[in-house]
């Protein structure tokens, strides 16, 4: 077999393989995979909307991809693909509408600079418990809590984030910067909610760490209907475990967070 001839064999076989490939069942375990092996958010998406879909949408499920690296355009082309009508459209909802410049900032993330550098945070849904406090006698309360004793993402140093506030919203009741007790379980929580003979809803005083809120003079990056904020805490972090949340489950955040929950973005600081 000549080389013209073997080369027209490869690109046969490759077309073959390529069409198989498309037709097959993906499952949460191929994108795990795909996640594993350094794959683009991309081409993770037309993964999903290319192949015969067989996810697990259930919310351990995408807490559990979620931790593996999926990215929230991933778990949206995940969340559509299995609905009838709407996977086609998968792409067009994970991406950046065209007026949006490819540099502009992604409401569903929030951005960290430390020391001139940039990074970006991704969110994490938590875990809920009720308990009775003091046997009781403390009435009950609820908490948001979050797995593992530290998270991933450590810091040195006083943090500031760029966060994308809805215009609909004021800055100071769309975000909380809490610090995260550990508990002997190999968990961090923050207590959401509780009392005696009322209750209240809100993350306790006592572990709300005070923030400076500030509009970007430059929002020229901002996203249509959101406008970009400097968050700062007030005095420098003591060490430990933190989490800014975003209230996505309470405030209406058009077309970003498909989630009915609060985001939380956590970090410890070492």
């Given at each position: 077999m000549n080389k013209v001839s073997r080369l027209f064999a490869g690109i046969l076989s490759s077309a073959f393989i390529a069409q198989a490939a498309l037709a097959a069942t993906v499952t949460n375990a191929d994108i795990i995979k795909l996640l594993g092996a350094g794959m683009p958010e991309e081409v993770v998406v037309e993964a999903i909307e290319a192949g015969t879909p067989k996810f697990d949408t259930s919310a351990n499920a995408l807490i559990a991809l979620k931790a593996k690296g999926a990215t929230p355009a991933i778990l949206k082309a995940i969340l559509a693909a299995g609905k009838p009508g709407e996977k086609a459209s998968t792409a067009s909802r994970a991406k950046p509408s065209s007026s949006s410049s490819s540099s502009s900032y992604n409401p569903e993330e929030i951005t960290l600079n430390l020391?001139?550098?940039?990074?970006?945070?991704?969110?994490?849904?938590?875990?809920?418990?009720?308990?009775?406090?003091?046997?009781?006698?403390?009435?009950?309360?609820?908490?948001?809590?979050?797995?593992?004793?530290?998270?991933?993402?450590?810091?040195?140093?006083?943090?500031?984030?760029?966060?994308?506030?809805?215009?609909?919203?004021?800055?100071?009741?769309?975000?909380?910067?809490?610090?995260?007790?550990?508990?002997?379980?190999?968990?961090?929580?923050?207590?959401?909610?509780?009392?005696?003979?009322?209750?209240?809803?809100?993350?306790?005083?006592?572990?709300?760490?005070?923030?400076?809120?500030?509009?970007?003079?430059?929002?020229?990056?901002?996203?249509?209907?959101?406008?970009?904020?400097?968050?700062?805490?007030?005095?420098?972090?003591?060490?430990?475990?933190?989490?800014?949340?975003?209230?996505t489950g309470e405030m209406r955040t058009a077309g970003f967070f498909a989630q009915a929950s609060n985001s939380y973005f956590d970090f410890g600081v070492d």
């Open positions: 020391d001139g550098q940039s990074s970006t945070m991704q969110y994490i849904i938590p875990q809920t418990r009720t308990a009775a406090r003091a046997l009781g006698f403390g009435g009950m309360a609820t908490y948001a809590t979050l797995s593992g004793e530290k998270a991933q993402r450590r810091i040195v140093g006083n943090p500031e984030f760029i966060v994308s506030v809805p215009k609909n919203a004021q800055a100071n009741n769309y975000l909380t910067l809490a610090n995260f007790a550990v508990r002997n379980n190999g968990t961090r929580e923050v207590m959401t909610g509780g009392g005696y003979m009322s209750y209240s809803s809100g993350i306790n005083k006592s572990r709300v760490v005070p923030v400076t809120t500030e509009p970007l003079a430059d929002q020229s990056a901002a996203r249509e209907g959101f406008i970009l904020h400097k968050i700062t805490p007030v005095s420098p972090i003591a060490k430990g475990e933190y989490a800014l949340v975003l209230y």
